[in-house]
């Protein structure tokens, strides 16, 4: 099993920044892909970013592009969204999701879902 848990999240006003957090426990960190996934009240989740096992491989959706970084600290079992420019649509709660597989990582179907971060951003 692999647990997940999110930090970071908060208030902050229009072209702030924050970063969010996801400390993992359990089974080995650097054996899985990691992702950020984010759901606004009243929408779907959608995909924000993901990056392999390695750190190599690191895709961003398009409307987070350029403002967002994702990172991972495998000796720290943590991953990092950089999150830079905010604007009020990025209001969202944010969850991270692990898998051994990248492409499930990137299609929302990872195994290992965190309980979320709510992230606002005031006009």
């Known amino acids: 099993q692999v647990q997940l848990v999110e930090s970071g999240g908060g208030l902050v006003q229009a072209g702030g920044s924050l970063r969010l957090s996801c400390t993992t426990s359990g089974r080995t960190f650097s054996a899985y892909a990691m992702g950020w996934f984010r759901q606004a009240p009243g929408k779907e989740r959608e995909f924000v970013a993901h990056i392999s096992w390695s750190g190599l491989n690191i895709y961003y959706a398009d409307s987070v592009k350029g403002r967002f970084t994702i990172s991972r600290d495998n000796a720290k079992n943590t991953m990092y969204l950089q999150m830079n420019s905010l604007k009020p649509e990025d209001t969202a709660v944010y969850y991270c999701?692990?898998?051994?597989?990248?492409?499930?990582?990137?299609?929302?179907?990872?195994?290992?879902w965190g309980q979320g971060t709510q992230v606002t951003v005031s006009s």
């Open positions: 999701t692990a898998d051994p597989k990248i492409s499930d990582v990137a299609a929302g179907r990872g195994d290992y």
